[in-house]
């Protein structure tokens, strides 16, 4: 009998600490039973904004639920309802007593309470979590909308002391991305080709502007002044800290498979793919455009071009994916 005694007092005591680990948790502890609050701690209140666990004992937790969450509820009743053993977590959005909303966090499971099936859950409020969680993005959209613009700022300014280029680097931004998408590379990937294309002719404003708009051909002392520009353009991006090899891609988008390119006479893999397929690109862009010294070729007259060197000056992944684009895809330049 002794025994009895103190196994029961045992049991006592330890439903007793239980008890009070539950009610003094700082999260929303609550049991679902026949589709109702059979229980819920202080906290739980405190999150939903009442005084008292006592005025949510035998509601439809259900009827807590946002509007703009009704959906979930279905989903939520055939959770309560399902018996299934396995653990459960979800976020959603609840009314307050007040009708402000907040967000919270919940995990429960079904099991048992008083030898009856139930649900039992813990839920904590993440309302502040969400907001800052939409500061930050918000700042971050803000960064990189003002980071753009910056760029376009810039290409803009080496752009307008050459009235016939004037939208080269807006173009080549734009192929490299489809030329991205060809080859099935991740979004922040293919922004990197966007930024180097905008960027890849920075150089230029290093070069006196009558050897830029010059009509006729260039002699060698002012061809070798023009092959400068991707040096000046490393020279410049180099301290900015990209996450994509910009610099690499504005200083080697000259450099050929074969050696023959400018100005590091770089071969093979020793060049970016990122520049190879840069390389292409503004290639096909400008025998497409029109220039002091001659009118546009064509688009058939620049593929042409980029097949015939595939392999040897241009890379041929970048070609392969170029000529599909254009073949294939049916994919258009933006008029000049």
Not at 26 to 40: D, S
Not at 105 to 110: E, G, K, L, P, Y
Request: hydrophobic residues 40%; contains cysteine.
């Amino acid at each position: 009998l002794e025994d009895q005694r103190q196994t029961e007092r045992a049991l006592s005591d330890s439903e007793r600490q239980f008890r009070d680990l539950v009610e003094q948790s700082v999260a929303g502890i609550y049991i679902v039973q026949h589709g109702v609050l059979a229980y819920v701690n202080p906290s739980y209140a405190t999150i939903l904004g009442y005084d008292s666990p006592h005025e949510l004992i035998g509601r439809d937790p259900r009827s807590f639920i946002d509007i703009r969450d009704h959906a979930f509820v279905a989903l939520l009743k055939e959770r309560l309802t399902s018996g299934e053993p396995t653990a459960r977590e979800y976020t959603l959005r609840l009314l307050r007593k007040d009708g402000t909303s907040i967000d919270v966090s919940a995990h429960d499971v079904s099991s048992s309470y008083r030898g009856q099936p139930a649900v039992i859950g813990l839920m904590l409020d993440i309302s502040a979590q969400k907001h800052a969680e939409a500061e930050v993005n918000r700042y971050v959209a803000q960064l990189k909308s003002a980071f753009l613009q910056t760029v376009e700022v810039a290409t803009t300014i080496a752009q307008m002391r050459d009235p016939y280029t004037a939208n080269h680097a807006k173009r080549v931004a734009q192929m490299l991305v489809e030329f991205g998408r060809e080859l099935g590379w991740d979004t922040q990937r293919i922004e990197g080709l966007r930024i180097g294309g905008f960027l890849h002719d920075i150089g230029t404003i290093t070069i006196p502007a009558e050897i830029i708009v010059k009509p006729g051909r260039l002699n060698p002392v002012e061809m070798k002044l023009i092959r400068t520009h991707p040096s000046a353009g490393f020279d410049i991006l180099k301290i900015v800290d990209f996450p994509w090899p910009v610099a690499q891609m504005t200083l080697q988008h000259h450099e050929r498979l074969d050696g023959s390119g400018y100005p590091a006479g770089l071969r093979g893999d020793d060049i970016v793919p990122e520049a190879r397929l840069l390389a292409v690109a503004d290639v096909v862009e400008a025998m497409c455009s029109h220039r002091p010294y001659r009118p546009a070729l064509g688009i058939e007259k620049a593929l042409e071009e980029v097949e015939s060197g595939r392999g040897t000056l241009y890379g041929e992944e970048a070609v392969d994916a170029c000529l599909r684009v254009f073949r294939e895809r049916g994919y258009a330049l933006p008029p000049e």
